[in-house]
Structure formats: C-alpha cells, structure tokens
C-alpha cells in the first residue's frame, strides 16, 4: 500500500484554541479519513510553531487529535484563548522529530490540507525534498487574489505566493468546489507542469443530535453562520433588521442570531451591532459557540441566510440542509453546487428581494412551504465520497516520480 504522509501543522497551531475555524474542521477530516483508509500506512508530520519540521508519532497525533475534538465540543464552555502556560505540555510532545531522509525506492504521497507554511515555497521544497514524496494538497478558495477587497491588505499577495507555490510543487491538487477548481487551473496552465485536479465536495458535518434551540424570546428567528467578515455581506442583513425595527411592530420582527467570530476590516458592521439602538431587540451576536450550541441554534431556525459575495464552498448550506434547515443565500456557483435545486437563491445586492424572502420565510409562507418540499429531495455530501476521490488521486501518484 502506498505510504502516506498528512501534514498536521494547522491543527497544531491551534493548540490554543477551543472553537475551530472551517479549516481546522477539514483537516481533521482528513487525519480521520486517512487513517480509516490507510491504518498504519498513514504518518503525521508538521511544520512545529517553534518551525521545525519532522514527524509525529502515531500514538502522539492520535491523543492530541481526540483532546481537540473534545475541547471543540465544549467550545464556549472553555477560555476562547487557553494562556500560553497552560498548553506548554501538548507544545513540548508535539515537537516533531526529524525525519530520516527516505530512499529513492520509498516515494510516498504527502498530503496538505490547510495552507499553513505555504508561503514559504523554500520550506515547501524542502520537506519534499527529504521525504522524497509527491504533494497533494487542497485549495479552499483564490477569494483573497479574485477579490482582493474583501481581504485584509496583504491578503492577494500571500495567497499568490501560496497558490505559486502549489503551481512550482505540487503533483495534485484536490479543490471543495468546481469554482474554486475553475479559479485555480490558470495557475496550472502557466506552471507548465502536468498537476492532476480533482473535485470533492467536502462532507457534511454531522450536527448534534440535540433539542432545537431558542434565541432569547419566542418569536421566529432566522441564523447567519460564519467569521463576521466584509464578504460574508453582514452588512445586508443589519440593514435590513434596523429597517424592520423602525417599520415594522416589535412582535412582528424575527430575531437576527449571528454566529461566529469578528473578523478584520469590518468597522461598518461592528459599529452597528455596537452602536445601532434598532437592532439591540432584535439581532443577537454570538462568538464561540460550542458544537452543541451551534447544533441547537441552527436547528431551531426558521432558515440559514448566506448572504456571501464569495464562497470557495458553503459548508452551512449543507450543514442546514442535512438538518432539513431551509436556506436563503446568494446566487453564487459555490452555493449552486452545494444546495443543488433546494434553496432559494438571491444576487448578494438585491435588499428587496432578501426583505421578501425573509418575511415570507418569517410567516411560513409559499416560498418557506415550497422549499421544505424540496428539501428532502436533496443529495448530503459525504465524507465518505470525499475521501473517496481523495483515495483514487492518491493511488494516481503511486508511481508517478516526484516533482523534481
């Protein structure tokens, strides 16, 4: 069987943290995925925050693994941050060994999910130098190179030295998305080099089985899902919710519950969920949810809104979806892909089409009737599939030379 090696270092530099972010998530899917598929032919190795680079024991990888899931599960029953102190014995047994140089016979498949160290293409080389492997990795999204706007101001310029160094390396690549596989093949062509693409919808994460959840009162309310960030189009939403507030009865206004962290260049939008005195009743800003938390206030929902200007996939979509959550979002190919024919789509800048949308959805409507009908002809991503397709480019490169 093909000797496989999978890059942890993401997972590693979150040892602080009790939430994870979109890609924390898929690359623990990935060291789970791997090791079903591969048992003992699967390695972990990391980029350490100290920066060295080596392998981690099986049994090591494994415990630190199962401990962040369970701290992920608790999530905001636990600090956000945990002190430097605090995680000073996982640092010091997670510190990589060097890894012995393999021989020109071995060649195995190293596999990156996250984009951790891809910046630094020396580094990149390096690694694959000693472990004599050919790299597969994914890319999520070129949002930050597509719409450098919506990204912090050195954003375009890392990603393109991410994405160069994927196009100067790698042997494949694996995208979440058709759009992202679309955004990403010009770098292929000018590379000059034969890299195997391969589209495979991430899987949907199963959501706990809990009660559904309630904002703060009884009336209906409606969730947004994701980093509070310029391109997650927050901005729509609030202005709608304070116009609703100085128009409509107070009883006839659905809650507003936005889950996830704040992001970066987002004064706008957090002067408003500060500052806005019509939205205090009626839009609700939670941060560090933990799984089951996240789990029950999505499920209560009466839709998830997804708003975006860009996705390079919409995991919430199919998280709502596979809880039988109708959706609203953005016409846009990501969400396309993942919500199939169920949601109902609207342009990310149509205020008047999200008004109608959410009052109809509001009151149990035709449209809100409509798409509950068609949800359960919709087809769940899978894991399974994923790592499916995952496995077939691996056996791909099995004897395929590595990239010199």
Same mark, same amino acid.
């Given at each position: 069987m093909t000797r496989v090696i999978l890059d942890i270092s993401r997972l590693i530099s979150r040892v602080r943290y009790s939430t994870p972010s979109g890609v924390d998530r898929v690359e623990m899917a990935y060291a789970r995925g791997l090791m079903r598929l591969y048992g003992d032919a699967l390695s972990f190795a990391a980029v350490h925050p100290t920066g060295l680079y080596g392998r981690i024991s099986h049994a090591t990888a494994s415990a630190y693994?199962?401990?962040?899931?369970?701290?992920w599960a608790k999530g905001g029953v636990e600090p956000r941050q945990r002190s430097i102190l605090s995680v000073l014995p996982w640092m010091a047994r997670l510190l990589p060994k060097r890894?012995?140089?393999?021989?020109?016979?071995? =060649?195995?498949?190293?596999?990156?999910?996250?984009?951790?160290?891809?910046t630094n293409a020396r580094k990149v080389q390096s +690694? $694959?130098?000693?472990?004599?492997?050919?790299?597969?990795?994914?890319?999520?999204?070129? +949002?930050? +190179?597509?719409?450098?706007?919506?990204?912090?101001?050195? %954003?375009a310029a890392l990603h393109s030295r991410r994405m160069q160094t994927l196009a100067d390396h790698a042997d494949a690549v694996i995208v979440n998305s058709a759009a992202t596989g679309h955004a990403f093949r010009p770098w292929i062509e000018r590379s000059g080099h034969q890299i195997a693409l391969h589209v495979a919808l991430l899987g949907t994460e199963p959501l706990a089985d809990v009660a559904h959840g309630n904002s703060s009162d009884d009336r209906p309310y409606f969730v947004c899902l994701g980093t509070i960030e310029p391109r997650k189009?927050?901005?729509?939403? $609030?202005? $709608?919710?304070?116009?609703?507030?100085?128009?409509?009865?107070?009883?006839? +206004?659905? =809650?507003?519950v936005i889950i996830g962290k704040r992001g970066w260049e987002n004064e706008q939008v957090l002067d408003m969920l500060d500052r806005c005195p019509a939205l205090k009743s009626h839009v609700e800003e939670v941060s560090g949810c933990s799984d089951a938390q996240l789990a029950a206030l999505l499920r209560g929902a009466r839709a998830l809104l997804m708003p975006s200007f860009a996705e390079g996939f919409g995991m919430p979509v199919a998280e709502a979806l596979s809880v039988g959550v109708p959706v609203i979002c953005s016409d846009i190919p990501a969400h396309h892909e993942v919500g199939g024919t169920v949601p /109902?789509?609207?342009?990310?800048? /149509? %205020?008047?089409?999200?008004?109608?949308l959410i009052q109809d959805f509001a009151h149990c409507g035709p449209a809100y009737q409509a798409q509950q009908k068609r949800i359960p002809?919709?087809?769940?991503?899978?894991?399974?599939?994923?790592?499916?397709?995952? %496995?077939?480019?691996?056996?791909?490169?099995s004897d395929k030379p590595a990239r010199g």
């Open positions: 693994l199962e401990e962040l899931e369970q701290r890894a012995r140089l393999s021989t020109a016979a071995e =060649r195995p498949v190293y596999v990156q999910v996250s984009p951790h160290h891809l +690694i $694959l130098a000693r472990e004599n492997a050919r790299f597969l990795c994914m890319v999520h999204d070129l +949002i930050p +190179i597509e719409y450098p706007e919506y990204a912090r101001p050195s %954003g189009n927050h901005l729509l939403l $609030l202005n $709608l919710w304070r116009h609703f507030g100085e128009f409509l009865p107070a009883s006839n +206004i659905p =809650r507003l /109902d789509y609207v342009d990310p800048l /149509d %205020g008047t089409g999200w008004k109608a002809r919709w087809h769940e991503p899978t894991w399974a599939d994923h790592m499916e397709i995952v %496995g077939n480019a691996i056996s791909l490169l």
